[in-house]
């Protein structure tokens, strides 16, 4: 037996197979033991959880094997029932923190890919707290999991206390989880492989089956990563959190801009849009006086033009360690005018989810 044992979420399902043969096992326990993980959402090994599963399957997971199942520390439900936070516990004593979104005909879930983050965004939440460590492809799966998990019984009641605006649609039909950004704590370009390792699990048509198209990956510019997407051509959305038109204003939002200057990071995104023929989702929040003047809407405008883009305005939401503030939605329409009559530039203003329980983009972190 090993002492070591082994996370099957961070197993593709024919690394599962490979394994059970070590074992001595057939590919149709490997089979039956991965739908019970991922369409079943089980969360041990036992008869109850995974039934049809042999005994000495079992006994033999038991005994090598782990069911890397996150532990809910603390869930947190916005006072509107659209959102609710999950506090995780990881095996080693950190935590992440995991969100589930309702919107109107989908569920998103926005998962971590890190403890912390190492790129130290102003204004960001989880950037003021520092860096611990990566995720391993298994912690980041297993967050996709907790949500899908969290969606199975329908017949509870809804999120928050009281009727659920979702409540009559949930009744007709269960919601499912199809949509997974990677827009918690962490830069998951810095973690590249492990996101990517997890990506391919979540994407498994025997297992949660998420589209490529419903996977958002977001990064604050890490120009290698960009490069190596643009090179596997990966079918999954980019995100580029962009925040400002020039180095100068850039560097002093989000000092990875140090590393990867801006003129170099615009380089690698045409690069990565000509050679995957994708159009990439620009990232700008939006801080009243900062960076929402028709002037920056127009800097915007000059340094995208020519380049498949769209725009997502996110006004800031409040983390303790900014003192900037929203833009109000009178300067965020003005901003949008601007990009699409003057450069043909398409721009959503980000719905908001979760302020009130520190949900939203940039608010995710984890205490001392």
Not at 50 to 69: Q, S, T, W
Not at 156 to 168: E, N, Q, T, V
Not at 198 to 217: M, N, P, Q
Request: aromatic letters at 6%; proline letters at 6%.
């Amino acid at each position: 037996m090993s002492s070591v044992r082994i996370n099957l979420y961070d197993l593709t399902r024919e690394e599962l197979r490979v394994q059970f043969a070590r074992w001595g096992f057939a590919g149709v326990h490997a089979e039956t033991v991965w739908n019970r993980m991922y369409l079943q959402a089980a969360d041990a090994f036992t008869p109850e959880a995974m039934p049809g599963v042999p005994a000495k399957v079992l006994d033999r997971l038991g005994a090598d094997a782990a069911l890397g199942v996150l532990p809910t520390a603390l869930e947190t439900d916005s006072s509107d029932g659209f959102t609710r936070k999950y506090l995780l516990a990881l095996a080693d004593g950190e935590r992440i923190e995991t969100v589930l979104m309702r919107f109107t005909g989908r569920v998103t879930a926005c998962i971590s890919s890190q403890v912390g983050c190492a790129m130290g965004c102003v204004f960001c939440a989880t950037g003021q707290m520092g860096y611990t460590r990566h995720l391993t492809p298994g912690e980041i799966v297993a967050q996709a999991v907790h949500v899908a998990r969290a969606l199975r019984p329908r017949r509870i009641s809804p999120l928050a206390s009281g009727p659920s605006p979702l409540a009559h649609e949930d009744a007709v039909a269960p919601p499912r989880l199809r949509n997974v950004v990677l827009m918690g704590m962490g830069e998951p370009l810095h973690n590249y492989d492990a996101v990517m390792h997890a990506i391919d699990i979540l994407r498994d048509s025997a297992g949660l089956a998420l589209a490529a198209e419903r996977i958002t990956v977001s990064t604050v510019g890490v120009v290698p990563g960009i490069l190596r997407l643009a090179q596997e051509k990966r079918p999954l959305h980019l995100a580029v959190s962009l925040h400002a038109a020039t180095q100068e204003e850039r560097a002093a939002l989000v000092p990875a801009a140090r590393k990867w200057p801006l003129a170099e990071l615009m380089a690698a995104c045409r690069t990565y849009s000509e050679t995957t023929g994708r159009r990439i989702f620009y990232e700008w929040t939006l801080i009243a006086g900062r960076n929402d003047t028709p002037a920056h809407a127009r800097a915007v405008g000059a340094l995208l033009h020519g380049l498949p883009a769209q725009v997502n305005l996110i006004p800031l939401n409040p983390t303790s360690g900014y003192d900037g503030a929203p833009t109000r939605s009178d300067a965020a329409k003005r901003f949008q005018q601007i990009l699409a009559a003057e450069f043909s530039l398409p721009s959503t203003v980000r719905q908001r989810r979760g302020l009130d329980i520190a949900a939203g983009c940039g608010q995710l972190a984890v205490g001392a």
